[in-house]
């Protein structure tokens, strides 16, 4: 637990009167040049995954910094700047229409012989492979099979002879190969490179040399993100262009959250705090930590913190925390917010959505 606040987020929240979420723009900035940097070095392409972030602001700082924008609704495609690339995943093919007349470059990502066809006569067809390929993420998508696993339900899982009907249906546009992993977060290169081996192994047994590899995202957790694309980079073929899409590594250390405690309960076992920050409304796919001082030694207490709504599950943490900390009315902060709780954030049972600052 640390009590530490970037300057501009400290005033932001001192600023604040309702729940909010706040999101540091310099370190955004920097994190953005930080990506494009280390991808540079490698050659890899970058596109920022719209979907992570929907803020006019941060889209524009991801256009300036990185290659393009992986978009997956017509909305998406409607409200981003102007890219060098633009890449599509879209079944139901409304956003490939929205970008039909994209100026750039337009990849559109396939799982079926009838979205090849559909997509423009200009466009790259990145067909994508299922992340379950490798065996190695057991857990991971809602489809069980046979052997009582869990495996992605988006991709393809078949090979050589209808990865040919892709290409054939391609009808001579570059084809390429996406895949995307799952909620399993990747710390080093070596996931990345056990999918882009059995991805490529794929291709080669169709005697398909691609014209590019997407990796997708879930970057966010390699800590050493120039040596996991070197080593993607040194892995696979120079002629076969690297892509990837990152989202949630945009707003590390960059995305806090501020409301208060409305309720200050003791239970048999420990402390409750009802807040009006709230797990389901304000803070999904946020792996969120309080922002304050530890205790003394020997003079902490295990605090349970929860969100408002009438869910059972809005369970926001515990954290050991000083007698005198978060009393009926005190501030609550908290950091590790990620750019998709933007994407989430909505109101339930009374309970209303989170401003959102960018400061």
């Not at 009167?17 to 050659?43: K, W, Y």
């Not at 929907?54 to 102007?82: I, K, M, N, W």
């Not at 003791?266 to 530890?294: N, T």
Request: proline residues 5%.
């Amino acid at each position: 637990m640390r009590a530490d606040l970037p300057p501009a987020v400290a005033q932001a929240i001192e600023r604040s009167e309702r729940p909010s979420l706040v999101f540091d723009h310099e370190r955004i900035t920097a994190n953005l040049r930080a990506i494009a940097v280390a991808a540079q070095a490698s050659g890899v392409t970058t596109l920022f995954a719209a979907k992570s972030f929907p803020a006019a602001a941060v889209r524009e700082l991801a256009a300036t910094a990185l290659d393009g924008f992986d978009a997956a609704s017509a909305q998406e495609v409607r409200e981003l700047p102007a890219a060098r690339v633009l890449s599509i995943v879209d079944p139901s093919g409304r956003a490939v229409e929205a970008a039909a007349h994209h100026r750039g470059r337009l990849i559109v990502g396939c799982e079926t012989i009838d979205q090849v066809t559909a997509a423009p006569a200009h466009a790259e067809i990145a067909i994508r492979i299922s992340a379950s390929i490798t065996g190695r993420d057991p857990a991971i998508g809602a489809v069980l099979d046979g052997s009582g696993h869990r495996r992605s339900r988006f991709g393809l899982d078949a090979g050589e002879a209808t990865l040919g009907t892709f290409v054939r249906a391609a009808a001579g546009r570059p084809v390429g190969l996406h895949v995307h992993h799952g909620p399993v977060t990747a710390t080093t290169s070596e996931r990345f490179l056990a999918t882009a081996r059995a991805v490529l192994a794929l291709a080669a047994e169709a005697e398909l040399v691609p014209s590019f590899l997407d990796l997708g995202g879930a970057w966010h957790g390699i800590a050493d993100l120039a040596g996991a694309l070197r080593d993607l980079r040194a892995a696979v073929p120079r002629e076969i262009e690297l892509i990837i899409e990152p989202g949630r590594r945009v707003t590390e250390e960059a995305g806090f959250a501020c409301g208060r405690v409305v309720v200050a309960r003791e239970l048999a076992d420990r402390p409750l705090r009802v807040i009006d920050l709230s797990r389901i409304c304000h803070l999904r796919w946020s792996q969120i930590e309080l922002v304050g001082p530890a205790p003394h030694a020997g003079e902490g207490r295990s605090v349970l913190v929860v969100g408002p709504t009438c869910y059972e599950e809005d369970v926001i943490g515990e954290w050991t925390l000083a007698p005198d900390r978060l009393a009926a009315g005190d501030r609550v902060v908290l950091r590790h917010v990620s750019g998709y709780a933007v994407a989430w954030n909505t109101s339930f049972g009374g309970v209303p959505a989170a401003d959102v600052v960018i400061a």
